[in-house]
């Protein structure tokens, strides 16, 4: 690959081939919190392959507030609604953006009803749950995607091509990094990221599942072990191991992988793979609303790309919707968010411990 195609298609979305459609994809939102309301809902009215039809919320008041901002929106559902299959031929999709302990009944009645999933990240609080949860949607055999938004990330994209074509040589250290200041961006100590029951760990299972999948996508290869520590400082994070993590993740052929992560720090995150011959860092790197860029370095030389950014979200659910309309598998599925579980929840046994502990089957 020429550094000059890298550069001028650098926005080029290589999945897609249907670029606008007469029936687009109806989703049901599911959990009306602020990611949805102010990152998911816009993206999709911004997109062309679907559009948001149905609301499913605990709040009815809530929910009919932004139906009434929202003009493809048909129906609010409350929760039990939704699992009674009402309004069930208003979408042909859902997302779920529930606090994390509760994701899998949302994709059950989903599965139950034929309806394709988008689960947000991480799929659930533990291996078991998020297990059935796949299993559950190879029985109704309905799609199931993680909403990992760094797959379809333009500048994670290229850098993965970059390591493909070797221009990196042989990898051999990723340093990933994820932090923000949780209570200064939503001011509720008693939200469910501090829950630890709600949320199964907050810094390694909300922010540290960034530089681990990507890391994984990058080098399109699995954790083979794990080792690390955590800590909760401050009295907020008094019901969650994991005010701070840091944590080792081995990849075969004796790559390693760094993550840090922290929901009580200066907003900050990058992504950097080193290899035998050079080196691709994009930074910043996780959150939407950054200005990214792509920095390569190879031999002497050394570049940064800058680019026109795009919206995360949108592409997320264009590709997701994409997938949907061509009868296309999504990548990162079900079997692909189960393997984040095991490495997380292998972290915190290997902070309890003190041990390194091998990613399990």
Sequence with gaps: MELDALTEGFTRRDWQTVTETDDPVRFAMIGLGWWTREQAMPAVAAGELCETTVLVSGDTTKAQSVAADTPTVEQTLTYDQFHDGEASDAFDAVYVATPNARHLPFVETAAELGKA?????PMETTVERARQMVATCETHDVPL???????TEPAVR???ELLREGYVGEPVVVHGSMTEPILDLVPDPDQWRLDGDLSGGCAAMDLGIYPLNTARFLLEADPVAVSGTVASVEEAFAD???????FQVEFPGHTTACCTASQNAHMSSHIRVTGTAGEVRVEPAFYPWDDRQLHL???DGEITVD???VDQMETEFEYFAHCVLTETDPFADGEHGLVDIKTLKAVYEAAET????AVGE
Excluded: N
């Design 145 to 151: 995607m993680i909403a990992y938004r760094m797959h």
């Design 117 to 121: 999933i988008l689960c947000e990240k």
């Design 297 to 299: 370095s190879h031999g």
């Design 354 to 357: 003190g041990r390194r502990v």
């Design 158 to 160: 290229r850098a993965r």
């Design 240 to 246: 969650v191991p994991d005010e701070h993590a840091t």
């Design 307 to 309: 680019f026109e950014q």
